[in-house]
């Protein structure tokens, strides 16, 4: 067992500083080019400059006149990360709401709804979006009454509209993969046992599937956590908040764009595999 986690730790680790490297590589390609033709010592200066200004974290400056990163960088983190959680726990709990419904009301057509939700999940996100505020934007025509702020102004900050368009896509994905695990679930020897001791539906779905499809679904989680990212980054622009995009595009240096991927990208490293690491496999794939 302890050589099994040795080695999980270890792995992580190397995946870690594999990553890091990458964000690394990726931020000074910018001075690869020169023009149209490319300039690799100048690539490796700017990686190796680059690198020796990341030895002294702490006292991280960017741009000509050497404005440090911190604090500053986390008023945009805070509100970037404050919009990802509020939109994923919004998603979390609808796709727990619908999977319920359709598993209680709906069963016998549930081949149907699964269809319906792929439809759905192939449209395109920024189409949503853009529906969206067009029907905001018609009911305000209509009605007179604004619903949501359309965008962040220096007077009014659209926190509520930006949320419902990042949490709708992955609503839509979260029920398709809820409704999977939950028919899986409902199949298995232990439910049939359970209605035969005469446990009415409500009783089994949140006493037993839940807790089991729940392990399964922090699996899935990764996938919807980037795709949840990269969403972000274009409702950020869309909507004018004040995140992490605004902050990168409004300074574009890659001493930014280094940092601001690391705030981003470690924290749900480190949940992963903690995960990996202490929760039973049988947990994690099979139920309890």
């Given at each position: 067992?302890?050589?099994?986690?040795?080695q999980?730790?270890?792995?992580?680790i190397t995946?870690?500083?594999?990553?890091?490297?990458?964000?690394?590589?990726?931020s000074s390609l910018?001075?690869?080019?020169?023009?149209m033709?490319m300039?690799?010592?100048?690539?490796?200066?700017a990686?190796?400059?680059?690198?020796?200004?990341?030895?002294?974290?702490?006292?991280?400056?960017?741009?000509?006149?050497?404005?440090?990163?911190f604090?500053?960088?986390?008023?945009?983190?805070?509100?970037?990360l404050?919009?990802?959680?509020?939109?994923?726990?919004?998603?979390v709990?609808?796709?727990?709401?619908?999977?319920?419904?359709i598993?209680?009301?709906?069963?016998?057509?549930l081949?149907?709804?699964?269809?319906?939700?792929?439809?759905l999940e192939?449209?395109?996100?920024?189409?949503i979006?853009m529906?969206f505020q067009?029907?905001?934007?018609?009911l305000?025509?209509k009605?007179d009454i604004?619903?949501?702020?359309?965008?962040?102004?220096?007077?009014?900050?659209?926190?509520?509209?930006?949320v419902?368009c990042?949490?709708?896509?992955?609503?839509?994905?979260?029920?398709?993969?809820?409704?999977?695990?939950?028919?899986?679930?409902?199949q298995?020897?232990?439910?049939a046992?359970?209605?035969?001791?005469g446990?009415?539906?409500y009783?089994?779905?949140r006493?037993?599937?839940?807790?089991?499809?729940?392990?399964?679904?922090?699996?899935?989680?990764?996938?919807?956590?980037?795709?949840?990212f990269?969403?972000?980054?274009?409702?950020?622009?869309?909507?004018?908040?004040?995140?992490?995009v605004?902050?990168?595009?409004?300074?574009?240096?890659?001493?930014?764009?280094?940092?601001?991927?690391l705030?981003?990208?470690?924290?749900?490293?480190?949940l992963?595999?903690?995960?990996?690491l202490?929760?039973?496999?049988?947990?994690?794939?099979?139920g309890?």
């Amino acid at each position: 067992m302890k050589t099994i986690t040795i080695q999980k730790v270890t792995t992580a680790i190397t995946q870690l500083i594999l990553a890091v490297a990458g964000i690394l590589c990726l931020s000074s390609l910018p001075s690869l080019f020169k023009g149209m033709e490319m300039d690799i010592n100048n690539y490796f200066k700017a990686l190796g400059g680059l690198c020796k200004k990341l030895l002294d974290f702490s006292h991280l400056t960017y741009g000509k006149s050497l404005r440090p990163i911190f604090p500053q960088v986390f008023e945009f983190y805070w509100q970037s990360l404050g919009l990802f959680m509020l939109a994923l726990f919004i998603s979390v709990v609808c796709a727990f709401c619908f999977t319920y419904l359709i598993i209680r009301f709906f069963y016998e057509k549930l081949k149907r709804m699964k269809f319906v939700l792929v439809i759905l999940e192939s449209v395109p996100d920024l189409f949503i979006i853009m529906c969206f505020q067009i029907l905001v934007l018609w009911l305000f025509k209509k009605t007179d009454i604004m619903v949501f702020n359309i965008a962040t102004t220096w007077k009014n900050q659209s926190i509520l509209m930006p949320v419902v368009c990042l949490s709708i896509p992955p609503t839509i994905m979260l029920t398709r993969i809820f409704l999977l695990q939950v028919e899986a679930e409902l199949q298995k020897d232990y439910i049939a046992y359970a209605r035969a001791k005469g446990l009415n539906f409500y009783h089994i779905f949140r006493h037993h599937v839940l807790r089991n499809v729940l392990f399964t679904m922090f699996h899935y989680s990764k996938t919807i956590v980037w795709f949840m990212f990269s969403n972000l980054l274009m409702v950020e622009y869309l909507f004018n908040v004040p995140g992490v995009v605004y902050f990168v595009l409004k300074y574009p240096f890659p001493e930014v764009f280094v940092v601001t991927l690391l705030l981003l990208y470690i924290p749900f490293f480190i949940l992963y595999k903690a995960y990996d690491l202490f929760v039973p496999a049988v947990m994690r794939g099979e139920g309890v």
